[in-house]
């Protein structure tokens, strides 16, 4: 079976680079580079054909090109098989590299990363989790009675008092352990409040 260069480049041309390999790409522009100079090569010798030639020292001169050429052509040819050889080597390696890949993920979880993966999603580590939404639910529940507590003793403070008397410091601070005692009281029995920041 004999494919000439035209139909292949004309092959390459029609080729996406989606999707493939990135040593099937090189080998493809590679292709074409080695097209291109053999076009050129066998253009010269057509242009030879229109060179006239009146004595025996043209027309040596005129195989000597001709001749040159040929040899050129050849040693195209041959960089490209050699460099196709590199290619196979580097092609072999990167779908070697891919199913190794593809190997690992594919390969069974020991009972260790198993814990791990449901320790991190539990946690939130990943994407959200089961416990962030809880300490999400349970800092909404806690300012909210916060304000409630916080609005409560301030309606207090205003009924005990006269309108015009003046607040001693002794009474602010009193009134804001009261708050602070009852706010203790609203949240849930066990829960500490510590800060989080994300």
């Known amino acids: ?15 996406s680079s989606g999707g493939m390999l990135k040593s ?5 522009e590679r292709q074409a580079q080695t097209q291109k100079q053999v076009d050129f090569f066998e253009k010269q010798k057509e242009n030879l054909k229109n060179v006239t030639c009146e004595s025996v020292e043209e027309i ?9 050429y040929e040899d050129q052509i050849a040693a195209v040819k041959a960089a490209y098989n050699n460099e196709q050889m590199f ?35 539990a946690l939130g580590v990943e994407d959200g989790g089961e416990l962030e939404e809880i300490m999400d639910e349970i800092e909404e529940a806690a300012e909210e009675m916060t304000e409630e507590v916080m609005e409560q003793a301030t309606e207090e ?10 607040v001693s410091a002794e009474e602010v601070a009193e009134a804001s352990a ?5 706010q203790k009281e609203a949240l849930p029995e066990g829960y500490l409040p510590f800060d989080v920041r994300l």
């Open 24 to 28: 099937t790409q090189d080998r493809l």
């Open 87 to 121: 290619h196979i080597l580097d092609e072999s390696t990167e779908r070697g590299e891919k199913i190794a890949e593809a190997v690992d993920k594919m390969a069974p979880k020991t009972p260790e990363e198993r814990l791990e993966e449901l320790v991190e999603e």
């Open 157 to 166: 403070l205003e009924e005990a008092l006269p309108e015009n008397a003046e």
């Open 1 to 15: 079976m004999n494919i000439s260069w035209n139909q292949t480049s004309g092959i390459l041309r029609r080729m």
């Open 178 to 182: 009261a708050a602070e005692a009852a």
């Open 60 to 68: 040596a001169e005129k195989l000597k090109s001709l001749h040159s």
